[in-house]
């Protein structure tokens, strides 16, 4: 089991910044994949921003450019800071984190945990 627990988020203007915070504890696996996912309300779930064990990064094309997600993995952290906020990026975040392992050197994922959610809302 791993346990997620979330900070950060709030209300902040257009063009403002937030930064959220992720820490995983529990039976972390040295091959895994973090990253952030957010659910504004009537739509689907979709990722925002991920990052390997290894530091491969992944973004949506929607905040590229404005967000950078970062980790720490001696702290077992992912952190999202978030720059230039635009009333669409208004939802739930959510934090994840994908247990994974080598098959023949080739990390794959066998099993995802999620945060609680944490709201970040952009007034306009």
């Known amino acids: 089991q791993v346990q997620l627990v979330e900070s950060g988020g709030g209300l902040v203007q257009a063009g403002g910044s937030l930064r959220l915070s992720c820490a995983a504890s529990?039976?972390?696996?040295?091959?895994?994949?973090m990253g952030w996912y957010r659910q504004a309300p009537g739509k689907q779930r979709e990722l925002v921003a991920a990052?390997?064990?290894?530091?491969?990064?992944n973004y949506a094309d929607s905040v590229k450019g404005r967000f950078t997600i970062s980790r720490d993995n001696a702290k077992n952290t992912v952190s999202l800071q978030m720059n230039s906020l635009k009333p669409e990026d208004t939802a739930v975040y959510y934090c994840?984190?994908?247990?994974?392992?080598?098959?023949?050197?080739?990390?794959?994922?066998?099993?995802?945990?999620w945060g609680q959610g944490t709201q970040v809302t952009v007034s306009s």
């Open positions: 994840k984190y994908q247990a994974g392992r080598l098959h023949y050197g080739v990390p794959i994922y066998y099993y995802d945990y």
């Open positions: 529990g039976s972390i696996t040295s091959i895994n994949n």
């Open positions: 990052i390997t064990s290894a530091y491969s990064t």
